[in-house]
């Protein structure tokens, strides 16, 4: 069953954030080459958690399909990119997830093959291509919407990457299971009137709803796995 892994990088110097960044064009080749990978990106993120049009210099993203977890695991581990990453970065973390659903397309492409049916924490991702006339009125709406994602008591982890900068905006969240999600998602606040916004303003050119089950995950954020409440439940 395919396997996504999504690879978050924390960088402390300037020389460090530099490399980082300009990996976001040099390391293109070295993806293409790793045996076994499908669809991949390689993300920015904005100030704070993310959910900002402001560049954060010091974290990035990659996230990349694998056609099982054993190959996600084995490439990750050995890739000579993935290993750089991490021998330059102060702190990293990956999460492996499972495609549970996917509603429409990335780059013109339906990255993910759905189908997982499992239980246990569920992970959310949207993505969309933002039309230029509406970047403002968009991210106008973006502080009220992870104001109420961040008071939420059941979110784990949330955090908002981007391909490019104001207009191609990912954002990506775990929770405990899929009531949880669908409670904030569903709820009437600054979340479903921005949904509502967009259906009536026709503000992207391309979208994607994705959700996963969350498998594993290796490394630390913040000094810790955002998954240790869940793991220590279990």
Known sequence: MQ??????FRFDS???RLWAFA?????????????????WKLCG?????????????????ILAAWPDAATAHDRLAHARIFQRYRERSREHWTVFLSPVSVRGAWSGVTPFQSGDTSAGPIAALTRATIRPAAALRFWRRVPDISAVIGE?????????????????????SIW???DALDAFAHADGPHARAVRAVRAGDWFREELFARFRVLDDIGSWHGTSPLSNQKAAA
Not at 152 to 172: C, R, S, Y
């Open 3 to 8: 396997t996504v892994s999504l690879s978050f």
């Open 14 to 16: 300037g020389r460090d």
């Open 23 to 39: 990996m976001m064009g040099l390391a293109r080749g070295r993806m293409r080459r790793i045996p076994g990978i499908g669809f």
């Open 45 to 61: 993120s904005g100030t704070g958690e993310g959910f900002t049009p402001v560049p954060n210099t010091a974290v990035y993203a």
């Open 152 to 172: 939420d008591a059941n979110v784990m982890f949330k955090i908002g990457i981007g391909e490019v900068p104001l207009l191609h905006q990912i954002t990506f």
């Open 176 to 178: 405990p299971d899929a």
